[in-house]
């Protein structure tokens, strides 16, 4: 059974596709669905992805899960992956992503990067889609979003090593925490 993600990712797949002998120009509501389901694939795939590391995986806890998911907002999320996008982690968090006794990452681990450039750029072109019709949108930017955010949801699912799940671990609860640690003076 396909997971929602991947349930989401073959739905914007499907809002591509043209019809026997169709041509030309797809309307432009159909690219900006794809767009935006696409962006939801990824937002559902970190929804599930921290839910089932922090609250558990049994069939049992099915409910705790989706309670935990209800918490987690856009924004957060947006802030926490701001934070480790880049080459160097933000200040704000890089002691809270210590690696045990090698000590704290210079930068998160490519495959967290990749997926967090991936779920920023979806959800701006998300808003833009969803509503700044000015905006001029092409099947080819549906078609890349889709594929870019595929590719980053597999190297994630792909990254298993101690460090990587550690690292995954800290940025579920960061999340959790809206991108924002508390600084002591």
């Not at 026997?20 to 309307?27: E, F, K, S, V, Y």
């Not at 704290?104 to 072109?125: S, V």
């Not at 905006?135 to 190297?155: H, M, Q």
């Amino acid at each position: 059974m396909a997971s929602y993600d991947e349930e989401l990712l073959q739905a914007a797949r499907s809002l591509l596709r043209r019809r026997a002998g169709q041509r030309g120009r797809l309307p432009g509501a159909r690219i900006r669905r794809s767009i935006s389901t696409t962006y939801y694939a990824i937002f559902h795939f970190l929804l599930e992805e921290l839910c089932r590391r922090i609250a558990g995986t049994r069939s049992d806890l099915r409910i705790r899960r989706r309670i935990l998911a209800r918490t987690v907002t856009h924004r957060g999320l947006r802030t926490a992956f701001d934070k480790i996008r880049g080459t160097q982690i933000n200040a704000s968090v890089h002691s809270f992503f210590q690696a045990g006794p090698a000590g704290p990452l210079a930068a998160a681990p490519l495959f967290a990067q990749n997926l967090a450039r991936a779920f920023i750029d979806a959800q701006t072109k998300r808003e833009s889609a969803d509503y700044d019709l000015n905006e001029p949108l092409s099947e080819t930017d549906a078609r890349v979003l889709r594929l870019r955010v595929r590719r980053a949801i597999g190297n994630w699912r792909a990254a298993n090593t101690s460090a990587d799940r550690d690292f995954k671990h800290a940025l579920y609860i960061l999340i959790l925490l809206k991108g924002q640690l508390r600084q002591e003076p």
